[in-house]
């Protein structure tokens, strides 16, 4: 049996979770997210917890288990609190910037890049270098801190570019390096 999938989901007070067959809406403070789950997993509210199961054994089901659990927990966690991804920017005459919701950045390339963030994600950019991208859907954050990540991911070898905060970039030697 699935060790995630079978602990229960606290709701905090200031959210109100409905559930409709398998589709689960949740509001909170900070915005409402639904989900449709699978036909092979139910789901139940017991006064101010929540309970995933499966509806039998199938390895598909026992795969969904601890994912459905996983992913109303962050919704749970996103209409409450949210989520946010910080991202550093490394290099000379790298910088950001923000108009409007549009973010640009200067990295390197002869035009600068403009990134229009999806509908619910803030994008703030602290000083010039540190990006900070905010919403209430986890999967849309990553996939969004990803995005901006990728337009010039750091290099191996000066360590120059975009990384997540935190990030360790291995460094190479370059030519004059080995001996």
Known sequence: MSRIGKRPINIHPKVTVTI???????????GE?????????????EGETLTINRRDDSRSARQLHGLCRTLVSNMIEGVSTGFQT???IQGVGYRAQVQGSTLILNVGYSIPVQINPPPGIEIKVEGTTNVIVAG?????????????????????YKGKGIRYAGEVVRRKAGKTGKK
């Open 86 to 88: 910080k991202l550093e």
């Open 20 to 30: 409709a067959g398998q589709d689960v809406i949740v509001k909170g403070a900070k």
């Open 33 to 45: 997210l639904h989900r449709t789950l699978p036909a092979k997993i139910e789901i139940k509210q």
């Open 136 to 156: 209430i859907n986890k999967e849309i954050v990553g996939n969004t801190a990803a995005q901006i990540r990728s337009v010039r991911p750091p290099e191996v």
